[in-house]
């Protein structure tokens, strides 16, 4: 099982921005799905961002236009790129395959706060 371990989060403003990172401990060229998802207090984890093993993206509606996510199979790491953020974003945010998720697996996320 390839580990994740997610960093880069923080605490900002409303409309600034902040890139999380996604760092595994193997390789995820053959990974054909990484996504981006997170679990703001008192709510269900949702699914955030996308990317396919070709580059392909899918969002969201809540971040569509805002978030970025991109992947750098060399460095074994998949990158959130977050601007315009909003209180609302407010999450722990996690990275994860369909295949870890479906064997129970999630790393221990990166905290972003959105505040004034």
């Known amino acids: 099982q390839v580990q994740l371990v997610e960093s880069g989060g923080g605490l900002v403003q409303p409309g600034g921005s902040l890139r999380l990172s996604c760092a595994a401990s193997?390789?995820?060229?053959?990974?054909?799905?990484m996504g981006w998802y997170r679990q703001a207090p008192g709510k269900q984890r949702e699914f955030v961002a996308g990317?396919?093993?070709?580059?392909?993206?899918n969002y969201a509606d809540s971040v569509k236009g805002r978030f970025t996510i991109s992947r750098d199979n060399a460095k074994n790491t998949v990158y959130l790129q977050m601007n315009s953020l909003k209180v609302e974003d407010t999450a722990v945010y996690y990275c994860?395959?369909?295949?870890?998720?479906?064997?129970?697996?999630w790393g221990q996320g990166t905290q972003v706060t959105v505040s004034s």
């Open positions: 994860n395959s369909p295949r870890a998720i479906a064997a129970g697996y």
């Open positions: 990317i396919t093993s070709g580059g392909g993206g």
């Open positions: 193997g390789s995820i060229s053959s990974i054909s799905f």
